[in-house]
T-cell receptor
Framework: GAVVSQHPSRVICKSGTSVKIECRSL??????MFWYRQFPKKSLMLMAT?????????EQGVEKDKFLINHASLTLSTLTVTSAHPEDSSFYIC???????????FGPGTRLTVT | LAKTTQPISMDSYEGQEVNITCSHN???????ITWYQQFPSQGPRFIIQ???TKVTNEVASLFIPADRKSSTLSLPRVSLSDTAVYYC????????????FGAGTRLFVKA
């Protein structure tokens, strides 16, 4: 099946710094990618939808200037958490779709810890 | 977007069949039903997808009644490794729709 990778798998950063998370579709072209965050024992919360070559669509309550999303190619989307704070510590997951079936392909997730 | 409702948690024993039902009363005509499995600190993994009647693959079966307002994921002979959270999602084909996850069902398989 289709594979989506994320890098890094875990990252620890200091408060005030920025962190970039990459999401790649390895064997298909992803017309749409999604970014989620998940807190412990909670469900996935959709943050934004990104389509290749256009601006991301953010969900209500998600600050677009804090969570910068770039979908520059059909195989790569990046999420940059700017000026990270401890409350941004979470599990970030991306998913990608090839525009075919309703199925999405999820990445393995990135554990962000802000100290 | 069709909202889904699932039981919060379920317990089972190894070797038993587990059925998890999801309600989606507002499912649209062109929506598909997709189930995912998630282990701690991992991304969700696709299990099965269907539109109507019954779908079966090597890991599960999906039963969808004629009115499509609910669906049941059936896991035959569960093992300890099936302990996970299971999510039911509905949405149209094309993959470009945004996905809203419900709370999911936390399945705990005991020895």
């Amino acid at each position: 099946g289709a594979v989506v990778s994320q890098h890094p798998s875990r990252v620890i950063c200091k408060s005030g710094t920025s962190v970039k998370i990459e999401c790649r579709s390895l064997d298909f072209q992803a017309t749409t990618m999604f970014w989620y965050r998940q807190f412990p024992k909670k469900s996935l919360m959709l943050m934004a939808t990104s389509n290749e070559g256009s601006k991301a669509t953010y969900e209500q309550g998600v600050e677009k200037d804090k969570f910068l999303i770039n979908h520059a190619s059909l195989t790569l989307s990046t999420l940059t958490v700017t000026s990270a704070h401890p409350e941004d510590s979470s599990f970030y997951i991306c998913s990608a779709s090839d525009g075919g079936r309703a199925e999405q392909y999820f990445g393995p997730g990135t554990r962000l810890t802000v100290t | 977007l069709a909202k889904t409702t699932q039981p919060i948690s379920m317990d089972s024993y190894e070797g038993q069949e587990v059925n998890i039902t999801c309600s989606h009363n507002n499912i649209a005509t062109n929506d598909y039903i997709t189930w995912y499995q998630q282990f701690p600190s991992q991304g969700p993994r696709f299990i099965i997808q269907g539109y109507k009647t019954k779908v079966t693959n090597e890991v599960a079966s999906l039963f969808i009644p004629a009115d499509r307002k609910s669906s049941t994921l059936s896991l035959p002979r569960v093992s300890l490794s099936d302990t996970a959270v299971y999510y039911c999602l509905v949405g149209p084909p094309g993959g470009g729709f945004k996905t809203i996850f419900g709370a999911g069902t936390r399945l705990f398989v005991k020895a």
